[in-house]
């Protein structure tokens, strides 16, 4: 059976719980194995597992869902369209209190009414609405405001009911703090991939080598880091618009990305106060003329959730570094919510309480595939694309050779993939 490569496109990274009860042993074995274990990572894995596929999924945080925990992308954006694998989740999620919620549009500095607001507000709000539930997210109404319904959920309970759906499969190993570093080719295929992982007995730290020898494949790293070991042909910023025939796309290369948000959660304090800056930060926006809007979002646990759109240009951030980056961001962070409380009176009764422990990044580099989903495939909507190389796995579904595991991950992919063209 040769191992196959799959690369999904989705963006993600990161809980603490191994399924596996003893030590794993050096090298590891499996049918599948799904590298990143974000939304769209857990989503393969999940379709996978539950088609008796032997699974292995790797994320190097502590947690499962990647941007959507990790990141503090806690919101699901209207018509999220996806009733399967999210669906369970928002089950699952309101077994237990104020750990998921359907959120209305608030207010909205396009929408500023002086007779109604004493001053305009600084981005976009949204808030519980007990009067919602899933379908209203489901909805196509458009653009308007008032029907514009999505979901808001605490990350710690996503998570943990990532983990809860694939321990119950029977067929997942999950290993977290795991990192993914290098790959072992065979005949123009991966083979294995090299993981590395510290475990920590009291205050002694030891990096744990493992191989994990695979059929197949799936890339689900957000930044393609498995195929871009593989040697496949990558590529980052905006494409020529004769490329691919996109419409809106420039007419000549650009080294553009999407820029990158460090989102921050406040808390409600009794006494409200303006917090001060810690030392070296300054009180005016030193990337920009001015302060970026927010998308401020109510959470089920009364939170507001700070999105600063972006906190860097996605520019700055590739030239950076992920490291450099996220200091900087949590600078920023600070002097944005400094000037939100100066401002806005509202705010002085909340305190900062958690900065996300990863940025959000939207876009680094992109695989150079057979198929690549353009513009153009967006335009379709759903009933497209046209191409029958635009479904790369339907070819591997109709194949009655194919064998079991490879009918399981490209059905995985397929899942994932119906999953991420709906949210």
């Not at 399924?19 to 990143?36: D, K, M, S, Y």
Request: net charge neutral; hydrophobic share 40%; aromatic share 8%.
């Amino acid at each position: 059976m040769k191992p196959l490569l799959i690369a999904l496109a989705v963006a993600l990274y990161s809980s603490d719980e191994l399924f596996a009860a003893q030590p794993e042993p050096q090298t590891l074995r499996c049918e599948l194995a799904v590298i990143g274990g974000g939304s769209g990572g857990f989503g393969a894995a999940l379709a996978a597992a539950r088609l008796g596929v032997d699974v292995v999924l790797v994320e190097r945080g502590d947690q499962l869902g990647g941007n959507s925990v990790r990141g503090g992308v806690n919101v699901w954006e209207p018509v999220i369209g996806a009733t399967s694998f999210p669906f369970e989740l928002y089950q699952r999620l309101k077994r237990q209190t104020n750990t998921v919620g359907i959120y209305s549009m608030g207010r909205h500095q396009s929408t500023f009414d002086p007779a109604r607001e004493a001053y305009r507000y600084p981005g976009g709000e949204t808030v519980i609405d007990s009067k919602r539930n899933y379908l209203d997210t489901l909805k196509r109404h458009g653009l308007a405001h008032a029907n514009l319904h999505g979901v808001v959920f605490e990350p710690e309970a996503m998570s943990d009911a990532m983990l809860a759906l694939l321990k119950e499969t029977g067929r997942c190993r999950v290993l977290l703090r795991t990192k993914f570093k290098d790959v072992t080719m065979s005949g123009g295929r991966v083979h294995s991939v090299t993981l590395q992982k510290v475990e920590f007995t009291g205050n002694r730290s030891t990096t744990v080598t493992q191989t994990l020898v695979a059929d197949y494949f799936i890339d689900a790293t957000g930044d393609a880091l498995v195929c871009a070991k593989a040697g496949c042909e990558m590529m980052t910023g905006q494409e020529a618009r004769a490329q691919f025939n996109e419409p809106g796309a420039p007419e000549k290369a650009t080294a553009r990305v999407n820029g990158v948000t460090q989102i921050y959660r406040v808390a409600r304090v009794a006494k409200p106060a303006v917090e001060p800056l810690p030392e070296g930060i300054p009180t005016n926006c030193w990337w920009g003329k001015t302060f970026p809007v927010a998308q401020i979002s109510q959470s089920p646990n009364g939170d507001l959730i700070v999105n600063m759109l972006p906190t860097m240009e996605g520019t700055e951030f590739m030239q950076l570094g992920y490291h450099k980056a996220r200091e900087e961001c949590q600078r920023r962070v600070r002097a944005h919510w400094h000037d939100l409380q100066t401002r806005c009176d509202e705010f002085r009764g909340y305190r900062l309480d958690w900065i996300a422990p990863q940025l959000g990044v939207r876009e680094t580099h992109r695989v150079v595939g057979e198929y690549v989903l353009t513009q153009n495939d967006l335009d379709a909507g759903l009933s497209g694309p046209k191409s029958s190389q635009g479904i790369p796995y339907t070819a591997t579904l109709m194949n009655p050779a194919t064998p079991p595991a490879a009918r399981g991950a490209a059905q995985a992919l397929g899942q994932a993939h119906r999953a991420h063209r709906l949210a």
